[in-house]
């Protein structure tokens, strides 16, 4: 079975920190994904990454900047954090080419906090 | 413009009755269709997809969904719901020149009461 762990399930951090989320993924997948969740907004895609040290921008990644120095491990960082990013932060995975059908397999979420 | 729309943002249903959550999308070309359901504070799980082939998808947990091509539509069904299926899911749709990347629907809250 694929496995995305993600650092943390919490974090509350002060306004202006500089803020690390980590995901690993064991199955090798060249796709990794960071997103955010929202009430009554789904997911909203931040950044994405082919492979290593390549990284592509999504929908909304104003205030995120992200890092992929090994294939399993992509991180997403909040160079200073704000109230307004306080959100579920979810990392995803999948395969590219080979026959990989863009099926996402989600890590468990972290629930940042920004007071 | 290609989107997905999710129009219910809660669907309620006696256990043991049949479910449907909809979703549909506006796309040009043929489409992936995806099913994903989270339970409280957790990732979302993979429930289903299609990509082609046969308009009936089968999936986990019992639940199938039906591609529409010229309703545009891929709801997902139940025969027979369980309380265990209350849950957030989304509909997701990987379009045509978007390499890799899935926009997802707002989601739907499933409640399935006694």
């Known amino acids: 079975d694929v496995k995305v762990t993600q650092s943390s399930r919490y974090l509350v951090k002060r306004t202006g920190e500089k803020v690390f989320l980590e995901c690993v993924q064991d199955?090798?997948?060249?796709?990794m994904f960071w997103y955010r969740q929202d009430p009554g907004l789904g997911l909203r895609l931040i950044y994405f990454?082919?492979?290593?040290?390549m990284k592509e921008k999504g929908d909304i990644p104003e205030g995120y900047s992200v890092s992929r120095e090994k294939k399993e491990r992509f991180s997403l960082i909040l160079e200073s954090a704000s109230t307004n990013q306080t959100s579920m932060y979810l990392c995803?995975?999948?395969?590219w080419g080979r026959g990989g059908t863009d099926t996402q397999y989600f890590g468990p979420g972290t629930r940042l906090t920004v007071l | 413009a290609q989107s997905v729309a999710q129009p219910e943002d809660q669907v309620n249903v006696a256990e043991g009755n049949p479910l449907t959550v909809k979703c549909t999308y506006s796309?040009?070309?043929?489409?992936?269709l995806f099913w994903y359901v989270q339970y409280p504070n957790r990732g979302l799980q993979f429930l289903l997809k299609?990509?082609?082939?046969?308009?009936l998808v089968k999936g986990s947990y019992g639940f199938e969904a039906e591609f529409n091509k010229s309703q545009t539509s891929f709801h997902l069904k139940k025969p027979s719901a369980l309380v265990s299926d209350s849950a957030l899911y989304f509909c997701?749709?990987?379009?045509?020149?978007?390499?890799?990347?899935?926009?997802f629907g707002t989601g739907t809250r499933l409640q399935v009461t006694l």
């Open positions: 995803a995975s999948s395969l």
């Open positions: 796309v040009s070309g043929n489409p992936y």
């Open positions: 299609y990509i082609t082939g046969d308009n």
């Open positions: 997701a749709v990987r379009f045509t020149g978007t390499a890799s990347k899935l926009t």
């Open positions: 199955m090798d997948h060249e796709n």
């Open positions: 990454s082919y492979d290593v040290k």
